[in-house]
């Protein structure tokens, strides 16, 4: 049986999803800053000679040295999967709000919004990555992407159950975990990328319908039958003819 929108389980797994996601960024935040400046504090030999906030002062001084470059393949995937989740489940079937077009024109048009707002801020906040590979470390594209489409799935198939809800956005907390753990993103970093991402799906399917009427509105369809009946007589024949409106 199919779940509204308004049904207020829906919105408390939607919601409970962003929460987890915000929580399990702090875990990871948390382990990894934690294990870094541990591992740090051990490689230089004058340490005894160094108080914790010494240490962590020399250390902010210092140039980050670039990591060789690294192949994040798992991540590369990871951000479409809510994406092409959607297209899958159509495919065997399982059909969403919109057609095939109809969703396409969605999910290109918050790709637009979306890939505008990141590279907009990459291009002016220059934020060097955590492991000094680049300038290009907020807000992140990969977490923008999967958000995006996170609320692309959960936009098309909200009425059908809200766990595909869930399950988009398990699979975009997922992707910034992993960018995280990869030393690519910092927290704030994947933060604005799932709030761009998020944003650009929302506003896309409020304003598209809008403009889509302005400019194409829908002629008014009448619907009608038409039945016509061959009729042989003595003296004459013809057919008769049915309209209805």
């Not at 040295?65 to 393949?73: F, G, K, Q, S, V």
């Not at 590979?133 to 692309?152: L, T």
């Not at 956005?169 to 993103?185: C, G, K, P, Q, S």
């Amino acid at each position: 049986m199919n779940s509204k929108t308004a049904d207020p389980y829906n919105n408390l797994l939607f919601f409970s999803g962003k929460i987890a996601f915000f929580f399990l960024l702090e875990i990871v935040l948390s382990c990894q800053g934690g294990n870094a400046f541990s591992q740090q504090f051990q490689q230089h030999t004058f340490q005894s000679n160094l108080s914790a906030s010494q240490h962590f002062l020399y250390n902010k001084s210092r140039s980050v040295e670039p990591e060789p470059a690294r192949n994040y393949l798992a991540d590369d995937i990871l951000q479409y999967s809510p994406i092409i989740a959607v297209y899958v489940l159509n495919a065997i079937g399982i059909k969403g709000k919109h057609k095939f077009t109809e969703r396409t024109v969605y999910l290109a048009t918050s790709y637009l919004f979306m890939g505008t707002a990141v590279y907009g801020l990459k291009t002016q906040v220059h934020s060097p990555r955590p492991d000094g590979s680049d300038n290009n470390s907020f807000p992140s594209g990969h977490a923008a992407i999967a958000f995006m489409g996170a609320e692309f799935f959960r936009k098309e198939y909200q009425e059908q159950s809200p766990w595909y809800g869930v399950t988009g956005y398990a699979l975009a907390t997922t992707t910034a975990i992993l960018r995280l753990h990869h030393n690519r993103h910092r927290i704030e970093d994947v933060a604005a990328g799932a709030v761009i991402g998020i944003l650009s799906t929302q506003i896309v399917y409020k304003v598209v319908p809008a403009v889509c009427h302005k400019l194409f509105p829908s002629p008014n369809v009448h619907s009608y039958s038409l039945q016509i009946t061959p009729f042989v007589d003595r003296n004459k024949t013809g057919m008769v003819i049915q309209i209805r409106l």
